[in-house]
Structure formats: structure tokens, C-alpha cells
């Protein structure tokens, strides 16, 4: 078997179809190894799952080098640094994104030779390296010094790239108007940073995984208009990228008990839970509809059947827990709090039935100034009210 490589890996994603032709010589003319430290993290998980495993390039250099050349995320920081390797941390702060990710995001960025390029989020700075290698300047800024002096001795050599140790959310006006914006960490819904759209030309595009508390995506394309707005739609890849700074949200999931008797029982027989979180234009509806609202699905014993589907407002203290009854097709849905979040869940579905179903490239977003709004272009009709 060949030794992994930038070639192997190129050939492993040209045959899966995830590599965008234009990016190709790319791909193997920047060896991903030159970015990754030698001890890192491999997410051995999958998409939805992140299980992280510690590798040691001094120890085990065969798998540190496939995984490296693998389409996986490396993981190179948890918790700000806070998480000292082999411990596995709690919150990853900063990895090499899956390559086919990567690459799907930069054939959408569509970027010619000529382009001045700002990314937000240097991390191990193999992206900025990719981008060099097909436009003209690359700007790219990170907010952390130690990850920003890393990235900066990675990319030494290159003459293109600047890395900038700042806060990506206010752009980097000294290297605008910028012809592509490329956020490497997710925003929140509602939230793009407006310096991003007024640093761009008109005609410029912004790239950027937009992130609600039920959804880690979608990716949306903006295009900036004369007038100072930016209008995006979503892209047909699918990302989960961490948050920028700002942007984060507790992740620490509160001790619920999920028969507690303080809980308000009822029965629902309309939306099953699978559906509302594995239907992604219906998640993507609810998650607009729901705002503060967390998921996460638990096993009650090894029985899949026995599932517990929790929907969690950690600032309101508000939780619901839905667990399937013994009535074939009939939910038990213990709710507590203020808020009631699976009700809040049902009326999102109503709506986004009477819709027609939106799926997530069916909706618009619109930036100014003062106003960031999101809604169905092909219904023109307004977003799910709270329940
Ligand atoms: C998924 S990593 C980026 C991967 C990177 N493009 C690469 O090729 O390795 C996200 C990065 O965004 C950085 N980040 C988060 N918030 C930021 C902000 N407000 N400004 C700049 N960088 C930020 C994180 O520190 C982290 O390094």
C-alpha cells in the first residue's frame, strides 16, 4: 500500500467525489503534516460525533501519518490550551478541519487568482496555505497568540499570507475591501459580524457556517450588493465547525432526570422525535423557532427503543424529555420550566408543514447594518412564530 500523502489522500477524495477539480493541485502540492503538531488529536467519531483518540508522531508514526492523511478532523487544542495532551478535553478549540469539508467550502468561495482573501480562524493555518495556492493575498486572523505563532512558523515561506493575532469578528480593515470572506468557526444565527460584509467589495462573497443552539449548520454563501447589504443562501455541503470566540454557548448539560415527578406529563402522537432532530429542513425550521434550545438523545437501558430525546434551555432551567410509550406511535413528553419546549417544537412543525416544507436551500438571508432576518424565499412567507 502506498505511504499516506497529500496524493493519497487527493486520490481517496477525487474517488468519494468530494474534491472540487479546482482545488486538486492544491491538495497535493501543501503537505497537511507540515501544519499538524506531533502530538495531536484524531477524531476517530465521524460527522456528528466527535471521539477524540491522542497520537504521538514520536511513538506512533505510521498512524500519526494516516491520520493525518486521512479525511478526519485533528483536533490541536481543547479548552484554550487549558487540556494538556494525552488528556482528552472537553471542549475542542481548535483542529484541521475533515479535508472534504475544507474543500467544499473553498469550491464554494470560488476564488480566482486575482483575489484578496480574509479568513477568519488561522488555526494550524494548512487552510490559508491552501488558499495561497490559488489567489493572490491571503489574510487570515486568529484570535489565539499561541495558535497564531504556530500557524505563522507553518506557513513561513509564504509570502502571500499574513497572519493577523486578533479578533476575526472585526474583520481586518487595513487588508480591505477583500474580494472572498471565509469564516473558518461557525457564527450564530443572527450574528455575522456587519465588519465583514462592509469589508468586502460589491459582487464579493462571504462564506460562512451559520450555527442555531439545535444545529451545528448550514453553510451559507452571501453575496455583497452595492447598497451595503449582503443576501446569502445555504450551500448543498454540509459542516460542523466551532463557534468563534464570542459565539459560544454553555456546553455543560445540567443532571436532569428524565421521569422527575416535578415534570408536567403529557402524551404526543403528531411528531416523533427522530423526525423533528433527523429531518434536517425540519430541525433547521424548529431550530429557528426555538432559540436557546440544546438536544441531545439518551439510552435508557441497551434497547434502542428506549430512547430518551432531551430538549434542554440551560439559561431558563427549562427541559423537556420525550420517551416513546407503550401505545405504539405515542410519546411520553415530560416538560419543566418555563418554557415549554416540546409544544414550542410542535407548533414549529405545524408551520413548517403549512409552508410546504422548506428545505434548508429554500431559505434567504438577508444582512444590513442595523438587521440580519432569515425566511423561506420560494414561499415568501415569515418564520415559524414561537410556540
Ligand atoms: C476550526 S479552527 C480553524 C481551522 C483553520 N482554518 C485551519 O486550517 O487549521 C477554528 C479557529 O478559529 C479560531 N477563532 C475562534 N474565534 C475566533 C475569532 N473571534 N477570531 C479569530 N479566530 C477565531 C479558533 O481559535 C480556531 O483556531
Known sequence: MATASSATLADELHRARRLPAQWASALVAVPRERFIPDRMWVDEGGYDDLECVSLDRA????R????????RVIVTQFDDGATVWPQVGHRPTCSSSMPSAMLGMLGVLDVREEH?????GAGTGYNAALLAQRAA????????PTLAEQARAALDGLSTVRVVTADG???????APFDRVLATASVRLGQLPYEWVAQTRPGGVIVAPVRADLTSGPLVRFTVGEDGTATG???PIRVGFMELRAHRTPSRWPRL??????ADLTHSGDLSPRTALWVEALRWAIALAVPQCKYDVWKRTTDRTQEVTWLVDICSGSWASVTPDAAEGRYDVRQYGPRRLWNEAEAAHRWWRRSGEPTLEDWEFLITPDRQTVRPARSGK??????
Open 59 to 62: 511513538v506512533e508514526p505510521e
Open 64 to 71: 500519526w501519518r494516516a491520520a493525518v492523511y486521512s479525511d
Open 116 to 120: 484578496r482573501v480574509l479568513e477568519i
Open 137 to 144: 493575498q491571503v489574510t487570515t486572523v486568529e484570535v489565539d
Open 169 to 175: 469578528a472585526a474583520g481586518r480593515q487595513p487588508g
Open 233 to 235: 443562501r445555504v450551500m
Open 257 to 262: 432526570r428524565w421521569d422527575d415527578p416535578a
Open 382 to 387: 415569515d418564520p415559524p412564530d414561537r410556540g
